[in-house]
């Protein structure tokens, strides 16, 4: 009987610690008062190269005072096959465009 309650609780506690937390770093709204807003969007060109658009909007009390947008051509990644189901519920195979994982460092 002692071991199951054991077993209980430990399982009880695991399941509570592994449980998502909520993201504290996640902006829901931009401070307008001084801030630098970044937006990174990687859109596919053609099947050798993808652009990289990089839009930086400047805020001063309240106001965006400045916006620079930076167009790059990347090269692509290629194609990857994913298994999907089509409106049929049917399993097929389909092949789609690799994406970039972008991160972001902030000093």
Request: contains cysteine.
């Amino acid at each position: 009987m002692k071991n199951g309650i054991w077993c209980f609780v430990l399982a009880s506690v695991l399941f509570v610690s592994c449980s998502e937390t909520e993201k504290e770093d996640q902006v829901k709204e931009i401070d307008k008062d001084g801030a630098v807003e970044l937006k990174v969007e990687i859109n596919h060109l053609d099947s050798l190269q993808d652009v990289m658009k990089t839009e930086k909007t400047f805020w001063v009390k309240g106001q965006a005072v400045k916006t620079i947008v930076n167009l790059d051509t990347v090269p692509a990644l290629g194609k990857t096959q994913e298994q999907t189901q089509n409106t049929a519920g049917e399993d097929t195979t389909i092949t789609i465009n690799k994406n970039y994982k972008i991160f972001i460092t902030v000093k």
